[in-house]
């Protein structure tokens, strides 16, 4: 987890997931890189998306598709990987 601060800057992160204008391709955090989120950006999914008030329901939302995502590979939503 990283805290970006008020600008976003991805510059230093070399994934394949980025626009030529920096900007990153996700739905509702998700990206195609797997194991690589986002929240609090916003309008990640709505207006609050980048604010303290909405910033918890997409979090959630990303953990739900996490949680999907290792039972479906057979691996227990709590079980600690490393």
Do not use: Q
């Not at 990303?62 to 999907?68: D, S, T």
């Amino acid at each position: 987890m990283w805290c970006i601060g008020f600008t976003p800057d991805f510059s230093w992160l070399d994934a394949p997931i980025f626009n030529g204008r920096g900007y990153s391709a996700h739905t509702r955090g998700l990206t195609p890189l797997d194991g690589l989120y986002f929240v609090g950006l916003p309008w990640l999914h709505t207006w609050g998306s980048g604010h303290f008030s909405g910033v918890a329901r997409d979090a959630a939302h990303v953990v739900e598709k996490i949680g999907a995502c290792r039972e479906a590979r057979g691996l227990a939503r709590d079980e600690a990987t490393v």
